[in-house]
């Protein structure tokens, strides 16, 4: 399965967070694991224990002490790797771990590589890829959703689907196989009404799983969302709102905040991260404010979603054409009208019917914000999906089941043009070649590679 | 032994730094571990399982799931805390690890004080009070040094030569006690001559601790060092040859390099956090300048040693007067005579012994720099310790100590001036009291709590 070097060696790593703690635990797997361990613990001979047990002693190096630690023992093939592993639980000191890591490496071991052991967890069959990229997904995830569809992942829940795929795939393709064998007599065993109808469930069903990519990336990457608007339009304020106003606070979580993100919120459990703007100038003005104007778009046009806040008492004119702008730019957007609070009920009413579909709010006093995080969440299910069904969440397996889903309208194609069996066969081998791809039945190393090296040091 | 709230509560905490990581370690102590893993650990009971055993199993709260883990189970008294122990090994999701560690919280659980698992293994008699602090020190410990004393204190080393002092004090005690039951016949059951040697004995023990805390202070927190000198001196050419020079160079422990620090370095085990100041102005300008020489003055009092660094071909007076005034402010300096390469030996001979102990050197080139970090080490050692004895590293010790000593000379004072014995006692209890508050068996509730306050949560 592969030529790489180096899967024959113990690797070991620190597996805890960098950075001061009650402890720190590093990780050990190969062959050598509990004889490197042995060589450092005295208390006992670790070798001989049961697997799944923990032991409590002294690490010592030349007869030097290193730490007390409690160290468990996992052997092989009832580990995460599929290996021996023994994980050292320290006293979470960034000098002491180090000199532990050190003991391990002076006694054989190597460093591991980011992945390398839930990588080795793969190719001794302990996880498939889609399984193996769930162990990823679940540690970079920051909301119930993503923890939701990382475990779903993890215990095997989308491959399961892609190997429904797979099945009806391979029936069909036996079908046609079947068929080429005899071809010289010119039959079809391959019902070709069937083999339409078995397509267009195929093609139904990758596209369902493509569609869900977009919330997919919703519940993984979180939604930016621009706010944009003229100055006191009440952008900061509906900003401090929705941060009140949304229970589940998520930018306590470090990482999650970056650079050009001003705040993060988890609504109905997708990530929103919302980037208040500096406010537009008015547009009334020349042609260099104009070219502002352009630039603050092409700003928000890399924004999943624009709310674009105004002042319910605004002359309707600027917001309509404002809002042709942002149709011709092709962005997505919500209009809200803010202060609604502010204005005659009965005014606000002339003014929404003018502009169509506006949210009405008064972000002060967080009058109806409900149903603009509503409007924000539907945008985002687009009110297709829900997050019980299986979300592709993982661009490369995204690209992949594009690939199948093209493969598959081509079969269909060819079906209805008659196509000989050959070809169609050709087809089909493509879809299963790509499904294959995403559970990592089918991988070549360099993609494996690739896929494990963005994995953290110690997984 | 305490009347504080929450003894018998059950605590969890997350045990690993925080941040994103392969694993996070949560870890919950009390008697209610065991029934709460098990309300949220599905795959087997794991109240019924052996000690010091691994389960492989998803944590579910309320039929979601939260994580798969790994569970290590310690059964009381066999465990950290000597209460039932239950780790979970999760995926090193900062979201993940808040939900695992709010489902304990949901099931009974209340979240551990800083230090409280600690504080309860010293409760149950696990660790005495000089051991639990030891595991702060390792945990913070950032030098092999550092490690060294720690790990000694955590095996009862020092405890061990504090026990030996308290039971010489103990048979004095004795003695003396007798002899007051037999006040008025007026006999002395305690020979004079043999008390006072014991007592001498006594206070040069406590005397060789207490001078070993210079040493325990500087393996623990480092020793500061001012780099001062005039412009162009070779104030920073020295700071950066000594930062080459040192082969360990430990600024890339987070957490060693605090806001006033700027470079720290590991010379022999022991950690030099090197200043490096802004040259100072000449000597020979006016007064205002001289209040501001005063006010560097200041500055390099607070420092551990002060490095005067000069240009060798300078003018000797020049530095005889800074001599002079360092030396009535009592600083502890050395003085580094640079850029010796560039003066004739001969000339440079006659400097030397117009100053008295020069250290002469060329940073540039490194010429002699051994010379330098040999004198930083000797300047810290004294020449009088060396890391194998027991050395005191802790404040609070110290202090302890320094009372003993206090209460020992006045012991032997009245000893030579005859003090009735009921006196003497007095002395002598004074003693053990201090030593049982170092070691924990006399203790206040306060002073327990101040000690394990400073350490991390989950410990």
Redesign the interface.
């Known amino acids: 399965m592969n030529t790489l070097q180096g899967w024959d060696d113990t690797i070991v790593?620190l597996?805890?967070?960098?950075?001061?703690?009650?402890?720190?635990?590093i990780?050990m797997s190969g062959a050598a694991a509990l004889s490197i361990a042995d060589r450092l613990f005295t208390a006992k001979k670790l070798s001989e224990q049961v697997s799944?047990?923990?032991?409590v002693g002294v690490l010592t190096q030349q007869g030097?002490?290193?730490?007390?630690v409690?160290v468990?023992i996992?052997k092989n093939p009832r580990s995460y790797t599929g290996e021996d592993v023994v994980?050292f639980?320290c006293?979470?000191?960034?000098?002491?771990l180090?000199?532990i890591v050190a003991a391990c490496l002076a006694e054989g071991a190597r460093l591991a590589r980011p992945g390398e052991?839930t990588q080795r967890a793969f190719l001794k069959g302990k996880l498939d890829l889609t399984q193996a990229e769930a162990?990823a997904d679940?540690?970079?995830?920051?909301?119930?959703a993503?923890?939701?569809t990382a475990?779903q992942g993890?215990?095997g829940g989308f491959s399961a689907e892609l190997m429904l795929l797979r099945e009806q795939l391979l029936q069909f393709s036996a079908l046609l196989e079947l068929e080429l064998d005899f071809s010289q007599e010119d039959v079809e065993f391959a019902d070709r009404t069937k083999l339409t109808a078995l397509l267009e469930q195929l093609e139904r069903s990758t596209f369902s799983l493509l569609r869900s990519f977009q919330l997919g990336n919703a519940i993984r990457n979180g939604v930016s969302v621009a706010i944009i608007g003229k100055p006191n339009a009440g952008k900061s304020t509906l900003l401090n709102s929705l941060l009140n106003e949304s229970r589940a606070l998520?930018s306590d979580?470090?990482?999650t905040t970056r650079d050009t993100i001003e705040e993060a919120i988890n609504i109905e459990n997708i990530l929103f991260r919302l980037i208040d703007t500096a406010g537009l100038r008015d547009q009334t003005t020349d042609r260099i404010e104009a070219a502002g104007m352009e630039r603050s778009l092409e700003k928000m046009r890399s924004a999943d979603l624009v709310l674009y806040v105004f002042d319910s008492a605004e002359p309707v004119d600027e917001v309509i054409a404002w809002k042709k702008q942002a149709e011709a730019a092709s962005l997505n957007f919500l209009l809200v009208a803010n202060k609604s609070d502010l204005v005659p009920a009965a005014s606000s009413q002339a003014f929404l019917s003018a502009l169509g579909n506006v949210i009405s709010i008064a972000a002060k006093t967080r009058q109806d914000l409900d149903q603009l995080t509503q409007a924000m969440v539907t945008h985002v299910l687009k009110g297709q999906f829900d997050t019980e069904h299986t979300i592709v969440t993982n661009v490369r397996h995204f690209q992949a089941l594009q690939e199948v889903h093209k493969a598959l309208l081509d079969a269909r194609r060819g079906l209805k043009e008659s196509l000989p069996g050959d070809l169609l066969a050709l087809e089909v081998r493509r879809c299963l070649q790509y499904l294959g791809e995403i559970t990592g039945e089918i991988t070549n190393e360099d993609q494996l590679d690739f896929i494990f090296s963005k994995?953290?040091?110690?997984?």
């Open positions: 790593a597996a805890t967070p960098p950075g001061v703690g009650a402890i720190g635990v990780r799944h047990t923990l032991h030097r002490s290193l730490d007390e409690v468990a996992y994980e639980s006293h979470g000191s960034p000098f002491v180090q000199e052991f162990v679940l540690i970079a995830s920051g909301t119930r993503a923890q939701r475990l993890l215990k998520v979580i470090p990482g994995f953290c040091i110690g997984k």
